[in-house]
Structures are given as C-alpha cells and as structure tokens.
C-alpha cells in the first residue's frame, strides 16, 4: 500500500472485503473501526492504521481475485451480512475466500449472479450498471397478451420508485413467458412492471448479464474463463485486472 491516506471505503474495497457501497453501510452502523476508534463516515487511513470490521483485522490489498459466476436458486438472499439471514449467498456457496455479490437477484427469483473479492471491478460495474444488457426468462400468471409486450417494451412509469423504466426487449417465447433484456437495475423492476400491467410473476430466471451466460446447473458456480473476463473488462472499459481460472466447482455443503 503507498504511503498517501485512503478513504475507508476505499480501503475495504481494495482489501477485498466488499463493495465500496456496502463498505458505506458498514460505516454508517458503527461497524468498522480504525486503531479501535470508531470513525466518521469519509475519514482516511494511514498506512499504519488497523482497520477491523466487527473486531476482524482488515489486511491491505491482495492479488488474488476470484471472479464467480453462480446459479442461484430461489429462496438465497444475496446478502452478505450472515447474522441476520439464514439462507445467504454467502453461506450456501461456502467459497474458501469472502466474497460478495455484484448487485442483486431477489429471493424469489434464480439465476445468474456474479461474485467476487475485488471491490474495484464491482465499483466499475455498478457504476455502468445502467448501460449494460441483463437478460431474463420471465413466466406469469395468465396469458400474455400484444399489448402487455407492448407496454412492457415501452417503459412503465412505477409510482413507488418515482421513475419510468426505460424502453426495452420483450419476446413472447410461449402462451405465459416471454424474454426480457433491461439495460437497468430498478428494484424489483420486472415484478414490479408486471403488476402494473395487472400480471402476477410465477418464475424469473436471469440467464445473462452482459458478455456472461448461464450455462452451469441451480445451485452450483464456476470462474470466468480468461475469455469472459477479458470481454467483461471491455465493456467495463478501464479495468485491467487478469486471473487466472481454476476448474468448476459444486458449493460445500
């Protein structure tokens, strides 16, 4: 680590702990400490200084990135605060190294989800998250009609969130399913378009996000190849991080 101050959120991302926004949470509830001080949110720390979060001593920035792609199943919380749920991302993969999830995929929904412990290349990705193709198998409740891909392809304007979703590429692949790709991440978005439209979501599966397909079984993760990685710092731009992959793996259980 160079000798010039780092802000703390900053800090815990470099050191692979977690996302700067989640790094801000952890701030914020008083949860992270520096020389045993707890500290203000925005303060910065001397080489010198000891970091710890809920009593764990925060070691400097590594090397060795992971970089995950996993299959969620329904009912995980993509969560990394494993005190407070049971059934946590975390837990259920079990990965030897901490790491967190890049965003989120809610808990009655499956699918792709990515992982990682470099905190900057999920900064990058969240920050370009809404430029960026995520792609979803979604099956509803009753059939589904022109008008509801219509509507769902223009952009709906969602009360509670304040905003209109933007305009988008709905397929209809059979009588109660259609194919959806969102250049954005409002919460609950696809739910949430489809109960305006008077539709009640039965199953959504994320199949893609960016350049990285599903292509492995429920409940099981893989690395990224070099390929994929490669393409995903491309569309991320200035990323210039390498790995190199390990072979698949089932979580522990």
């Given at each position: 680590m160079s000798n010039k101050l780092t802000r703390l959120n900053k800090y815990l991302s470099e050191a692979g702990y977690?996302?700067?926004?989640?790094?801000?949470?952890?701030?914020?509830?008083g949860r992270v400490t520096i020389n045993d001080s707890v500290p203000e949110m925005g303060t910065k720390v001397a080489p010198n200084d000891v970091v710890k979060v809920d009593g764990e001593?925060?070691?400097?920035k590594h090397n060795d990135f992971v970089y995950l792609a996993f299959n969620?199943?329904?009912?995980i919380v993509c969560t990394t605060d494993t005190r407070v749920e049971k059934d946590n991302i975390i837990d259920?993969?079990?990965?030897?190294?901490?790491?967190?999830p890049i965003g989120r995929l809610d808990k009655p929904s499956e699918g792709l989800i990515l992982l990682t412990n470099d905190g900057d290349i999920v900064n990058k990705i969240l920050r370009a998250s809404n430029n960026h193709e995520k792609e979803y198998i979604v099956t509803v409740n009753k059939p589904i009609s022109q008008t509801f891909i219509q509507r769902m392809s223009s952009g709906i304007y969602l009360e509670e969130l304040?905003?209109?979703t933007?305009?988008?590429?709905?397929?209809?692949?059979?009588?109660?399913t259609f194919k959806?790709?969102?250049?954005?991440?409002?919460?609950?978005?696809?739910?949430?378009?489809?109960?305006?439209?008077?539709?009640?979501?039965?199953?959504?599966k994320r199949i893609r996000i960016m350049n990285i397909e599903l292509?492995?079984?429920?409940?099981?993760?893989?690395?990224l190849t070099p390929k994929e990685f490669s393409e995903l710092s491309d569309l991320i731009k200035d990323s210039k991080k390498t790995f190199q992959p390990r072979q698949n793996r089932k979580p522990k259980r």
């Open positions: 977690c996302s700067r926004r989640e790094a801000d949470r952890l701030i914020d509830a001593t925060i070691n400097a969620k199943p329904v009912g259920f993969i079990n990965y030897p190294q901490r790491i967190f304040g905003q209109r933007k305009k988008c590429n709905v397929t209809k692949i059979d009588r109660f959806i790709i969102l250049t954005q991440g409002l919460n609950r978005q696809i739910r949430r378009m489809c109960e305006y439209l008077n539709y009640e979501v039965e199953s959504l292509d492995i079984p429920v409940g099981t993760y893989r690395e």
